[in-house]
């Protein structure tokens, strides 16, 4: 077949505008052509127009960008250079537009030069064959999706220190790359920007420069073995190392206040103690679930709150787990399975237990919980089967449905409230389905048998004792918990720490209601005779003696 060739300039096309001009050259023969830009200035766009050039897409395998030309245009070379494998991008060049080289699926090795400073969004997205890849040291930003399944990247991808931004997905999915290093400049990493990047292993370092690590980041990048996270971090999003299996190493920085739902779910590799630092605030919904090689958990004494399923199935964690005093909620199911621990620590803040949160705790022995707490939810401490002793605190006042089930070997409970926490009878899974009420001992505080006795549930008890327990010791003269005091008095009864339209009663020990009214100025003058009484207030219950 006769060959064609193409020793003239073909076309002598020039876009004039207020950049600057810029044209082309095409040359070699056959269907091996060399396009060259020439000019200078700023390539036009082509999001609407096909560049003219376009015709001769399939037969290009080269492409030079000459010195003077500042940037390359959105769409230059999008998608129909199949035979593409070579770019030569003139030191002049600052920008590279949107989807300049999209699917370019030929190109093998690209350096980007020193004279980049953004990359567009999707720039070099799909580009599957691209097997090396340079980035210049004045690049900022690299933008939205811009090397995305960029399958061929192999070894070490260093990203340079001018670098202040990771866009979203930018480097999803590369997942022949080995090595990672982020510059010292970059301080966002955006959602996905390195998910699925399963090849890359050893070390990763977020250098403390970065502020945020977004959602997804390094989703299932399963062949990493250890992480050290900066010391700017402040937030750790969802599913950031979610599916990171191959972790056995974690370090939390200390400026850490957010980590997010499922942040390092499924690291099943993890091993050792995890420290969550004292900057962190919250533990979000499956944070760490499933990371069941985990020993020992620290937990830092700035968090208030630790959400559903946050250590779910962690089931390697062994000995004590210490809740510190700043947490005020154990969401459902956040210790779910643990079945290791041996002894469990509940700070004197938490308020609520809410749902299965301890549900499958087998190897707790013995549990108090702290006088701080109000309510203990459904299926709480279900099925710790290795309970033998609890102790419940006086500030409990609702037990939920199963709370208590399957603890099978409980043979002691302590219930320090005078009032009995309310318990809703149910025909199957009671509160407590399992426990042998024949030969588990029910202690209460002094004189509060028969109210107890009166009440749904805790009248099944058949061994009922009474208790002097510390916390509720009672003075003639006058009893304090620091929140409320009552001062008794041959007149009457004087309550302070209340507001005035709080409702006070009055309880007998066997649980009769003798009086009740708003507080008003804190004085009750009704006429009590001797003996030993239950006073209910909205912040509190006290035993006193009158």
Not at 56 to 71: A, N, Q, R
Not at 411 to 439: H, L, R
Request: with cysteine.
């Amino acid at each position: 077949m006769k060959k064609i060739f193409f020793t003239l300039i073909l076309s002598l096309f020039a876009v004039i505008n207020t950049f600057g001009t810029t044209g082309y050259t095409i040359n070699g023969s056959g269907s091996n052509l060399t396009l060259t830009i020439t000019g200078t200035g700023n390539m036009p766009n082509y999001d609407n127009i096909a560049p003219p050039w376009g015709s001769y897409s399939l037969y290009i395998d080269s492409l030079v960008i000459e010195e003077g030309v500042t940037s390359i245009g959105n769409y230059a070379f999008y998608n129909y250079y199949p035979k593409l494998k070579s770019v030569t991008i003139g030191n002049s060049v600052t920008s590279i537009g949107t989807l300049a080289f999209y699917n370019c699926t030929g190109l093998t090795s690209l350096a980007i030069p020193n004279s980049v400073t953004s990359i567009g969004e999707q720039a070099f997205c799909n580009c599957a064959g691209l097997k090396s890849l340079t980035i210049g040291n004045s690049v900022t930003s690299i933008g939205k999706m811009a090397f995305q399944s960029c399958y061929g990247i192999t070894g070490t991808l260093i990203i340079p220190n001018s670098v202040t931004s990771i866009g979203y997905s930018a480097f999803l999915y590369c997942r022949s790359l080995t090595s990672l290093t982020i510059g010292n400049s970059v301080k966002l990493i955006d959602e996905s920007a390195f998910s699925g990047c399963s090849g890359l292993t050893g070390t990763l370092i977020i250098p403390n420069s970065v502020t945020t690590i977004s959602n997804s980041a390094f989703f299932n990048c399963n062949g990493l073995t250890s992480l050290i996270i900066g010391n700017s971090v402040t937030e750790i999003r969802s599913n950031a190392f979610s599916g990171c299996s191959g972790l056995t190493s974690l370090s939390i920085g200390n400026s850490v206040k957010l980590i997010y739902g499922g942040a390092f779910s499924g690291c099943s590799g993890l091993t050792g103690t995890l420290i969550i630092p004292n900057s962190v605030t919250t533990i979000g919904e499956d944070a760490f679930y499933n990371c069941s090689l985990l020993t020992s958990l620290t937990i830092g004494n700035s968090v208030t709150s630790i959400a559903n399923s946050a250590f779910s199935g962690c089931k390697g964690l062994t000995g004590t787990l210490s809740i510190p005093n700043s947490v005020t909620s154990i969401e459902s199911s956040a210790f779910f399975n643990c079945s290791s621990l041996t002894l469990l620590i509940i700070g004197n803040s938490v308020t609520e237990i809410v749902g299965s949160a301890f549900s499958g705790c087998t190897g707790l022995t013995s549990l108090s919980i702290g006088n701080s707490v109000k309510l203990i939810d459904d299926g709480a401490f279900s099925d710790c089967s290795g309970l033998t002793s609890l102790t419940i605190g006086n500030s409990v006042t609702s037990i939920g449905i199963g709370a208590f089930s399957g603890c099978t070997n409980l043979m002691e409970i302590n219930s320090k409230n005078p009032i009995p926490p309310k318990i809703v009878p149910t025909p199957t899974y009671q509160t407590f389905s399992d426990v042998n009420k024949q030969k588990c001992i029910l202690y209460v505080p002094i004189g509060c048998t028969n109210i107890y006795r009166s009440k749904p549930v805790w009248t099944e008890f058949f061994n009922i004792k009474e208790k002097d327990f510390s916390s509720l010791t009672a003075i003639n003269d006058v009893v304090s918990d620091n929140e409320i005091s009552v001062n008794i008095t041959n007149a009457g009864i004087k309550i302070n720490g209340c507001n005035p339209s709080d409702k006070v009663s009055i309880y007998s020990v066997n649980g009769q209601l003798i009086y009740s009214s708003k507080i008003g100025d804190g004085f009750i003058s009704y006429p009590l005779q001797n003996g030993v009484y239950i006073i209910q207030t909205p912040k509190k219950s006290l035993k006193v003696i009158y």
